[in-house]
């Protein structure tokens, strides 16, 4: 099984900032099926970004996606007050299926 | 577009059987271009992936759930189901359903990708 570990746990930001998440995976991610989600309380997720770094549907070019092997990063360039969120990133190239533990960013 | 929606009792005893379902509107279950799956996330905490159901036939689920899994496809009705067995406390959770692209590759293997599509999600609790 493929451990996602995500980094840092929280990361407190203004609003106009632009923020780094990190995902390491305990082993190679072939095909780069690493993809990134948004979820905001009493919400489902959103998809985010999938294939490392393509922009799903209606997702804001503020959002970029980056990495490959074991060490990806989601970036957001300047957030924006709907961004505040927990971002989970999600491996689907082997099964079982894994999800890091998640990384709220939070309004400072 | 695309919907789904989860639907199942809330509230489910231990050692018995959690029985949800996913009704998919805006689309045909039949479409060999999805796969449908099922994802939990317990109360405060991360994401686990369930299982999940290509309509060419191959179902997988995660290990961790010990063969208790089982996903179905019923076309007529535009659903698929999950069923999990022996449930106990630590099954306590939302559970979503959700879609995804699924294509067929070289020699036949199928390539998936990610999650596109979410249910709104449905609290089961296992509880006496």
């Known amino acids: 099984e493929i451990v996602l570990t995500q980094s840092p746990g929280t990361l407190s930001l203004s609003p106009g900032e632009g923020a780094a998440l990190s995902c390491r995976a305990s082993?190679?991610?072939?095909?780069?099926?690493l993809a990134w989600y948004q979820q905001k309380p009493g919400q489902a997720p959103r998809l985010l970004i999938y294939?490392?770094?393509s922009r799903a549907t209606g997702i804001p070019d503020r959002f970029s996606g980056s990495g490959s092997g074991t060490d990806f990063t989601l970036t957001i360039s300047r957030l924006e007050p709907e961004d505040f969120a927990v971002y989970y990133c999600?491996?689907?190239?082997?099964?079982?299926?894994?999800f890091g533990q998640g990384t709220k960013v939070e309004i400072k | 577009q695309v919907q789904l929606q989860e639907s199942g009792p809330g509230l489910v005893k231990p050692s018995q059987t959690l029985s949800l379902t996913c009704t998919v509107s805006g689309g045909s279950i039949s479409s060999g271009s999805y796969y449908w799956s099922w994802i939990r996330q317990p109360a405060g905490k991360g994401l686990e992936w369930v299982g999940r159901i290509y309509t060419g036939g191959s179902t997988n689920s995660n290990p961790s759930l010990k063969s208790r899994v089982t996903i179905s496809v019923d076309t007529s009705k535009n659903q698929f189901s999950l069923k999990l067995s022996f449930v106990t406390a630590a099954d306590t959770a939302v559970y979503y359903c959700a879609r995804g692209l699924a294509r067929k590759g070289v020699a036949g293997r199928v390539i998936y990708g990610a999650f596109d599509i979410w249910g709104q999600g449905t609290m089961v609790t296992v509880s006496s």
């Open positions: 294939v490392t770094s």
């Open positions: 082993q190679s991610v072939s095909s780069s099926y």
């Open positions: 999600l491996q689907y190239d082997s099964t079982p299926w894994t």
